[in-house]
């Protein structure tokens, strides 16, 4: 059964101290918890707002763009939510690309791309999503379970910074490995 899960003028956005997170209220029965720590969203977030127009439009293009990867929908919801707090809360980052090969061709990201890195060690092929398009490096979320790079773990919709050099557009259905990740509700 697909789940069903649509943005409505009663979403809201705050800030959760008790938890340290910024949260989404979808209904009086569910909340979202972003992935990210206070330390890492921008001072607005600290406080409530709606769930604006514009969020609903990057949550569907987000989400449209989760068809290419092999998740289940509760996961495809929680990268989506965590792609529009990443791309309008995140403070800026650094690149991080130094865990990344060079790919032989340039390619120009795209918001919500889902694209791939190879590791420096071993090669491995790790799927993001592009959040924030830049001209040189863009900003990404993990769109995979957990992975190891340079004894560093790196979660599912953990945001990152990546040198555009670094990055391949994915075409294609991925298959990943399905790792239980489900929805996070808190009541």
């Known amino acids: 059964m697909k789940m069903t899960f649509r943005p409505t003028d009663c979403w809201r956005w ?19 918890r972003s992935c990210y720590p206070s330390k890492m969203l921008i001072p607005d977030v600290f406080g409530q707002f709606p769930f604006s127009v514009s969020d609903a439009t990057s949550y569907y293009q987000f989400h449209d763009s989760c068809q290419l990867l092999n998740l289940t929908d509760s ?20 690149p991080k690309s130094w865990y990344f090969s060079q790919q032989p061709m340039l390619y120009t990201p795209k918001i919500a791309d889902i694209v791939e890195v190879n590791l420096q060690e071993g ?12 001209e040189n490096a863009s900003l990404c979320i993990i769109a995979q379970p ?4 340079m004894n560093k773990t790196f979660s599912f919709s953990e945001a990152i910074k990546i040198m555009n050099d670094r990055l391949k557009l994915i075409q294609h259905n ?3 490995h399905r790792e239980h990740l489900e929805l996070e509700a808190i009541l």
């Open 14 to 32: 705050y800030f959760d101290s008790e938890y340290d997170s910024l949260m989404l209220e979808v209904s009086s029965e569910m909340l979202f």
């Open 75 to 94: 996961q495809k919801i929680e990268l989506s939510i965590n792609a529009i707090v990443a791309a309008n809360f995140l403070k800026p980052q650094m």
């Open 123 to 134: 090669g491995k092929k790790v799927c993001l999503m592009v959040v924030e398009a830049g």
């Open 146 to 149: 957990t992975f190891m790079a």
């Open 174 to 176: 991925v298959v990943q």
